[in-house]
């Protein structure tokens, strides 16, 4: 007899691939009332659902095929700019993370202030600056090679989420803010990869 905990996760199916997949790791969609495909990264709003892997070539042929129509049963409308309503719905997504682990008091940032986070093994992610020094990223990394490692924001970028003019290393300590920001990244890579 399974236990609620031992549940298996429910899984989603690619429109064009036909794989399985989390929800998390693929990307919703939705048709608005004027018959337009919207991104519903939140996985919120109304409608059922099509749903696609994170992937730019994967949508591109969703796109081709005319596969939304084929799924939704009538004509949709599919913006010309839909690729960049996903990347920046999915920056704005890691950002508002980022605010909201600041917040909470989940993220540390500073050189020395995250090598002290890793010591401590209380670090489920590392942001890095994508304009830091490769040499200073790889020595905060030493003897930590396996924690998972995000850079998509300059280090002015990152300093604004701080108050700051440059930060170029930040720590989301373990818990739920570290996966949903890795889960957010990881489907920004495959958009912008």
Known sequence: MMKKSEAPKEQRCCL?????????????????????????????????????QANQSVLHTAIQRR??????QCQVKVPDNLLSIIIDGLKFRIKDGLGLARRAGQITYGFVKVREKISQNNVGLI??????????????????????????????ELGKFFGRDYVVHAAIHTGSFAGRILNDSKRLAGFIN
């Open 16 to 52: 064009v691939t036909r794989e399985k997949g989390r929800p998390e790791d693929l990307i919703r969609f939705v048709v608005s009332p004027d018959e337009m495909v919207v991104p519903d990264l939140t996985e919120r709003l109304p409608g059922r659902g099509m749903w696609l």
């Open 127 to 156: 942001i890095q600056a994508t304009d830091g020094s490769e040499d200073e990223k790889k020595r905060l990394l030493s003897g930590a090679k396996n924690l998972p490692v995000v850079a998509i924001f300059t280090g002015e």
């Open 67 to 72: 596969m939304f129509s084929k799924a939704a």
